[in-house]
């Protein structure tokens, strides 16, 4: 799910003290990049450690325009009245340049030896959830001393302010249930690490948070989804192991699926923070490309194939590449809109004929004597546009197994790079993924099965035959999606030969191409007329 915030990108540096100048230094280099954010961890029994207050002031002294925040604050070792006085102060004199990250205190026998309160995991919590509600009492301008009786803090007519320059967030470093409640109950955003939180473990933790958050009675999108990672350029494979594309990839999929919106990098080095920003300027691209794509509703519709799914069509042709023989019918639909579907294509490569085209439902034909607005006609060319970027990545997938049976890639590459095309659903295996579609795929499944088909069923139940149609080939296309995945993984272990792959991918081009061009043909017409988006 994503939750529409701003992208913004940042580093996680370490505040050593042997280093201090060089850790000012990669928090200028931060700036001079492009990147919004530096943060430092808040350590205070570590004496190897810079103060985090102390740095982020001359961090912030040293920069003109990142913000900077506590990534993050050790509560128990910073009374909540005194951290929310430092945290205004400082952005105050920065212009409205700073947030909080806040934690409960995860090293809790060093707490206590620095003279901290020696608190359980559960108590911890409560006093968190305490700690915020003083935090943000402080910061309201108005009202009379702050009073209250808390299992851990206790206020007995605190003064208010100083106000912050700006509303400053609070961001929560949560990983277990109650945590993540009390995140979506009360924080602004949800800061965990990749390196605790895995890609695979976020949908979740996310789900956890936006049921509190509804319960709490606020909506999932007003926490923003923040990750610290941690990758290398020079890797081969995993989460952020590879060239920037791959990064660029891999953010851009979990800010489409996951809503993962801030992402700051756990690095010292220069040349990796260099490279970070343009990693930033590739995933800003994708995702307002993505967002704006979704926003005109691209098909999708995911899940298993049903038990009939034979019925749509029957296994038949001895020739690998034969001529197309369903019919295509011709329409005013066709002829006369502004907006041109794409024609089918003419030839099948595949044995295998998963469904009857010629039994395809047509919607209401076109009335001859109506107009559009350029308006009302940009989705249907949005469509078509995000049709062409899938056609173009089922061309790379075809271009990649030529490679791998010409020798030229080995095939261990060969699947890290399909997997980098977004082949993927949700996670970061081979399990289940789809074709080249696009990035968004997991967004634009949820996207039609909530609101674009039952939006143009109900606008003009007409189109029910075929949303329905389009529906029941989006699950065998996924059918075929798992052959491929079956197909790419016996060819790695030995158990298959290139030509199995081959033929997968034969069917995917027949299916996805064929689907493609019914799907434009059926509604970019009904998107213009309807306003359907």
């Known amino acids: 799910m994503d939750y529409g915030h701003e992208l913004v990108f940042g580093t996680f540096l370490t505040p050593v003290v042997e280093q201090a100048e060089r850790v000012v230094a990669l928090a200028q ?24 207050w102390t740095l982020l002031t001359v961090i912030a002294s040293h920069t003109q325009s990142v913000k900077v925040a506590t990534n993050v604050a050790n509560l128990p070792l910073r009374h909540p009245v005194v951290l929310a006085r430092s945290v205004a102060g400082l952005d105050l004199l920065t212009g409205g340049r700073v947030e909080l990250g806040l934690g409960a205190g995860g090293f809790r026998e060093a707490i206590a030896a620095n003279g901290g309160p020696q608190l359980t995991a559960g108590q911890s919590i409560t006093a968190l959830e305490e700690a915020v509600g003083i935090i943000r009492e402080v910061w309201k301008p108005e009202g009379g001393g702050i009073r209250l009786a808390g299992e851990h803090y206790s206020l007995s007519g605190a003064k208010r302010g100083p106000a912050p320059a700006h509303d400053v967030e609070i961001w929560l470093g949560a990983y277990k249930p109650r945590m993540l409640a009390l995140t979506g109950r009360s924080a602004d955003g949800w800061l965990p690490s990749s390196a605790y939180a895995g890609p695979d473990e ?26 610290n990672v941690s990758g290398r350029f020079d890797g081969r494979s995993g989460f952020l192991q590879g060239p920037e594309e791959v990064w660029i990839e891999q953010l851009t999929e979990l800010t489409l699926t ?31 490309a ?10 999708a519709a995911a899940g298993s194939v049903p038990a009939d799914a034979a019925s749509l069509g029957p296994a038949s042709s001895d020739s690998s590449v034969v001529a197309f023989a369903a019919a295509v019918p011709t329409s005013a639909r066709e002829s006369n809109f502004p907006v041109v579907p794409t024609p089918p294509p003419t030839v099948r490569r595949s044995s295998v004929v998963p469904w009857d085209e010629s039994a395809r439902p047509t919607g209401p034909a076109l009335d001859p004597d109506r107009t559009y607005t350029p308006h009302q006609l940009a989705s249907g060319r949005h469509l078509i546009q995000v049709h062409d970027h899938l056609r173009s990545e089922l061309e790379q997938i075809r271009d990649l197994v030529e490679q791998v049976a010409a020798g030229s890639l080995e095939v261990g ?8 095309m977004t082949m993927r659903q949700n996670n970061w295996t081979l399990g289940v993924y789809c074709e080249s579609y696009c990035r968004l795929v997991t967004t634009h499944h949820s996207i039609e099965d909530a609101s674009l088909f039952p939006r143009l069923r109900r606008a003009d139940s007409r189109l029910t035959p075929v949303v329905d149609r389009l529906q029941e080939e989006h699950l065998v296309i ?48 009904p998107l213009a007329r309807l306003g359907v988006s």
């Open 202 to 227: 976020l949908a979740a933790m996310n789900k956890i948070i936006d049921e509190a958050a509804v319960a709490a009675g606020r909506e999932p999108s007003t926490v923003r989804r923040l990750y």
């Open 413 to 420: 590459q060969a699947r890290s790079h399909i997997n980098t």
């Open 29 to 52: 280099v931060t700036e001079q990049v492009g990147l919004d954010l530096v943060t430092v961890q808040d350590h205070p029994y570590q004496p190897r450690l810079m103060d985090a």
């Open 290 to 299: 993505g967002r704006a794509t979704a926003a005109s509703a691209v098909p």
């Open 258 to 288: 996951e809503g993962m919106s801030t992402y700051i990098l756990a690095s010292d080095d220069p040349d990796d923070i260099r490279r970070f920003a343009e990693v930033a300027a590739g995933v800003r691209e994708a995702v307002a």
């Open 478 to 525: 996924h059918d075929v999606l798992e052959g491929i995945d079956k197909a790419l993984v016996g060819l790695v272990d030995g158990s298959a030969t290139i030509n199995a792959l081959r033929e997968a991918v034969d069917l995917l081009d027949d299916t996805l191409l064929s689907h493609l061009s019914y799907e434009e043909r059926e509604l970019v017409e």
